[in-house]
């Protein structure tokens, strides 16, 4: 039979990415059960605002702007005043704060004697009583209009916010799976990660507050703190290596080891506290954006990028498949088993120290119980994604992918009000579910026939 | 009168066939009640595969089997223990954590409200042991008895099923000489009331113990005799044949100088002060019976298991071989004996296996170059008509045939100056057979040093310029010239 490139493709496709679907399914779903009248807020509101009263209302009407004093709020007012005045209209004054505030900007207009065409509101000012009623209180004023923005239907899960919100809350687990996608490919597996982001964060953390110099800490003396933590991390994870290559103690053993001896580690460091001294800036990596992307999400973007190069183009790539899959025969064909079942483990390492310095940063602290059970999702993240526990199989984006679904199936269940200890239970059947697919997609079709037609089109 | 006459079993054109194999072409085999019946034959004879279809491990595609003269299907290894039939590997199916009493009552545990009764457990293996005649203590793990002593378990265990027949294979190979004596002795007592079938490569033992033998070669009986009536000569003429029945594509290569030199290679038992040397355009032959130490000796050149002691030249330079890596580096290849779990990654492509010991050719910087790689392949893949729909291909979706194919070119493509083949054509189709021979004599015209290994006789023979016959680890004979070696001469030297 001849088989078309772009069939082929698709097929390969479908065999590697099949999570894919299941992922759009699932948005499709957590979109369609949140699916909600919005209301427009902070400068997006506003712009929508300048445009609506612009065209309704003619130039050098007088605008009074109504908002609260939070900081979504003052985003609004300032954004709808900056494209009211530059649409020329007469912006008579500016209320960021609470109903009384209103009264008074009300009344002071009153008694300048000025006239006011459009109060502009949001939606929760809009019900002010101040305002809602300001003809009965306000007579000389009761040609004026209240306008708001106009309210639309979008799902709530579909917001970019909530989008982001998803990427940001997974980056950890996800960043760290991409070390744990390695190891499992290797036939291997690692416990070690969920203590290794307590012993990096721990690390980082008192460096930061001991010798950094604490809340005046330098952003120079931040990084090299934080790369102290991320080198503790990757060593552990060397040693595993070290174990697993020159001693045949099985990943599983030596790894169990590590997480206590991490997890310990990270206590005795932290003295059982939690470090809060660490400054301001601190909270860049976990909590800044750049054009609106936030860090954590871009280095975990960038970080997935290097890995799928690393796994698809580069000689390491191949060998660290063809050790899982074949160990004895990769041997024998030249393929250094000991250095690449090292770097393996010492990248996972480094890379859950990465994971534990971002939740430091995304929490603006560190502490000994940072990381429990993490090793657990990250594997779930892994296996969800494709990736064979028994090695030699499993591609680098299908782990995004895993990790991904765990994270929309989280904040789905968040934003439909399901409780924690449920979220639990479904997350546990979700990653049975992803097992059940992975033993079908080996066994199942060849019960189904469906391996035998394609085993006998072989020569 | 029928029960005079008609035999405990009677197994009448058995025929099986794996991928690429005809293992078994209607072979006949009849066992009496009373006597021990040697099973006789060359590697890959069909004395396993008879085995297994007995034991039920393989379905057989065709004839009958009858045991006291009523046909009988054997679908399951239940439905053989249930029939009376009890093999013992010669790995055994002991599980070493268990008792003597648990293993041998595995699975018929005498418990009927759920609680083990002991007491009785012991009585019933007292028992059994009792009518072997040795006393062992049935409550030590069977991973602390000694060889000898499982063996005594797995026959105490076939006793207790009840079975009729018994049957061992290569039941002496790990056994000292007192074991081996204390087992004939419970072979005669056991074969008066039990058909006994005994397989064995040591024609000393058959002499002893048996009292016919059955010959098989390439899947047919060749012949079945009373033990008085055959010599030891014989015995080897049935079981080699008479002549070379396949043709082999022989050119013979100018030999040069000596290029791999191998000195007094030793590991444990398996290799014992193994020398030899292998010259320019020299095809050696490496033969002997399975677990002679040929595959093990291969292995120490090629780096895949370290030696104690000994030294490998190549072209006169010592080499210091610590990995496959380095004995790669050396420029020498191996074509491992068993592809499937040591020559290919079975999970990927076969560009990607191909591409595996020719990575640092292929790459630059770490980044494999894939345009590269796939057009080298390419001209591997037409100069070795490897039958694939794409390079994207699995490797474990392609018959054996293409499968070796994809092993050499691996090796190829090196230019490796050494090649050692491992069972080369072991499990391919004929086609298949015949170009890896055009390629070996390819290689050998090229000036390769080239060691074959191999148990098929005929090939050993028809392939090789000069022969070496391993025994016990040790080489146990050199045979200078192939065109002057007979199929006897090198059996002689295997058995000893």
């Not at chain 2, 009448?12 to 209607?26: D, M, N, T, Y």
Request: charged share 20%; hydrophobic share 45%.
């Amino acid at each position: 039979m001849i088989v078309s490139p772009t069939n082929l493709a698709m097929r390969r496709f479908v065999a590697d990415y099949g999570m894919v679907f299941v992922l759009l399914l699932l948005c499709a779903y957590y979109s369609w059960v949140t699916y909600a009248e919005q209301n427009p807020t902070g400068s997006a509101g506003a712009r929508q605002l300048a445009g609506v009263i612009l065209r309704q209302f003619g130039k050098s009407s007088a605008v009074l702007i109504v908002a609260r004093d939070s900081s979504e709020d003052v985003a609004f007012a300032e954004t709808l005043r900056e494209q009211l005045v530059e649409g020329g209209l007469n912006v008579v004054g500016v209320v960021k704060g609470q109903p009384l505030d209103a009264r008074q900007a009300l009344q002071n207009i009153v008694e300048q004697g000025r006239k006011l065409d459009v109060i502009a509101c949001n939606q929760s000012t809009a019900l002010w009583t101040v305002v809602e009623q300001f003809a009965d209180n306000f007579p000389s004023l009761a040609s004026a209009k209240i306008v708001k923005p106009r309210s639309y239907w979008w799902p709530n899960f579909l917001k970019t916010d909530n989008l982001l919100n998803v990427a940001n809350q997974i980056a950890v687990i996800a960043i760290i799976a991409i070390g744990m996608t390695m190891v499992i490919i290797t036939g291997g597996i690692d416990l070690s990660v969920g203590s290794l982001i307590a012993l990096s964060a721990v690390i980082a953390t008192c460096l930061i507050r001991d010798m950094g110099g604490g809340e005046t800490a330098s952003t120079a003396s931040m990084i090299l703190c934080s790369m102290a933590g991320v080198c503790a991390c990757g060593l552990v994870g060397f040693f595993s290596g070290i174990m697993v290559t020159l001693f045949a103690i099985p990943s599983f053993i030596i790894t169990l080891a590590m997480m206590l001896v991490a997890s310990g580690l990270a206590f005795i460091g932290a003295k059982g506290q939690s470090i809060y001294q660490v400054p301001d800036a601190f909270v860049w990596l976990g909590r800044g954006t750049v054009w609106g992307i936030p860090n954590a999400v871009m280095l975990m973007v960038i970080l997935y990028a290097a890995a799928h190069v690393l796994m698809t183009r580069m000689t390491i790539g191949r060998y660290i498949y063809a050790i899982g899959g074949n160990r004895e025969a990769a041997r024998l064909s030249g393929v250094p088993i000991k250095r690449i079942l090292l770097l393996v483990y010492t990248v996972c390492g480094v890379l859950a120290g990465i994971g534990g310095i971002v939740m430091a940063s995304q929490l603006k602290s560190g502490s000994p119980t940072y990381g429990g059970m993490y090793e657990l999702y990250v594997i779930a993240a892994v296996v969800v994604g494709g990736t064979s526990l028994s090695g030699g199989e499993g591609k680098v984006l299908g782990t995004l992918i895993g990790a991904l679904i765990i994270a929309v199936i989280q904040n789905g269940m968040n934003l439909t009000g399901v409780e924690s200890y449920t979220q639990k239970v479904v997350l546990g059947l979700v990653i049975l579910g992803a097992v059940l697919v992975d033993r079908m997609k080996h066994r199942g079709w060849e019960w189904l026939g469906l391996g035998r037609k394609r085993a006998s089109r072989q020569p | 009168m029928p029960d005079l006459t008609t035999p405990l079993l009677r197994m009448r054109g058995i025929e099986k066939s794996f991928p690429g194999v005809h293992a078994l072409r209607g072979v006949d085999l009849e066992l009496q009640t009373g006597e021990v019946l040697a099973l006789l034959g060359e590697n890959g004879a069909g004395k396993s595969t008879l085995v297994k279809i007995l034991a039920g491990a393989h379905l057989p595609d065709g004839g009958v089997i009858e045991m006291d003269g009523q046909e009988m299907a054997i679908a399951s290894p239940v439905e053989a223990q249930r029939g009376g039939i009890a093999v013992i590997y010669q790995e055994f199916n002991l599980i070493p954590a268990l008792t003597v009493r648990e293993n041998i009552l595995l699975g018929r545990e005498r418990n009927p409200a759920g609680f083990i009764r002991r007491q009785e457990e012991s009585l019933a293996a007292k028992e059994l042991f009792d009518r072997i005649g040795v006393g062992i203590d049935f409550d030590v793990p069977c991973g602390q008895l000694s060889v000898g002593q499982q063996q005594l378990v797995e026959i105490a265990k076939a006793l207790s099923l009840k079975a009729r027949i018994i049957v061992m294979d290569e039941p002496t190979a790990s056994l000292t000489p007192p074991e081996v004596s204390r087992l004939f002795a419970i072979i005669r007592d056991l074969k008066t009331q039990h058909g006994i079938i005994y397989i064995s490569h040591r024609l000393d033992e058959i002499f002893e113990i048996a009292d016919r033998v059955t010959v098989l070669r390439d899947g047919l009986h060749v012949a079945t005799r009373p033990i008085d009536e055959v010599s030891r000569e014989e015995l080897i003429e049935l079981m080699v044949g008479r002549q070379i029945e396949q043709e082999f594509p022989k050119q013979r290569a100018i030999i040069g100088a000596e290029r791999l030199v191998v000195k007094n290679l030793c590991r444990a038992s398996d290799v014992r002060n193994v020398s030899f040397c292998v010259r320019g355009g020299e095809v050696l032959g490496l033969t002997g019976l399975v677990g002679a130490g040929r595959t093990e000796t291969a292995r120490l050149i090629f780096g895949a298991d370290r030696p104690d002691s000994g030294t490998i030249e190549l072209d006169g330079k010592r080499l210091d071989i610590h990995n496959p890596r380095d004995a790669i580096r050396a420029g020498i290849g191996l074509l491992p004996e068993d592809r499937k779990s040591q020559g290919l990654v079975l999970g990927r492509s076969v560009r990607e296996n191909f591409g595996l010991p020719n990575l640092s050719r292929n790459s630059r910087w770490g980044f494999v170059l894939k345009d590269q790689e796939r057009d080298a392949f390419a001209l591997h893949v037409t100069g070795l008509d490897i039958r694939i729909p794409h390079q994207e291909q699995l490797a474990k979706n392609l018959s054996g045939g293409n499968q070796q194919k994809i092993v050499l070119a691996k090796w190829l493509e090196r230019n490796c100056e050494v090649l050692i083949f491992d069972e080369p054509t072991r499990g391919i189709d004929v086609g298949a057979k015949h170009e890896v021979y055009l390629l070996i004599n390819r290689l050998a015209a090229q000036g390769k040093a080239i060691l074959m290994i191999s148990s098929e006789m005929p090939e050993v023979l028809g392939m090789s310029d000069r022969i070496l016959v391993m025994r016990d680890g040790a080489i146990a004979g050199e045979i200078p010239d192939a065109r002057a070696a007979t199929q006897q001469a090198i059996m002689k030297l295997a058995v000893g």
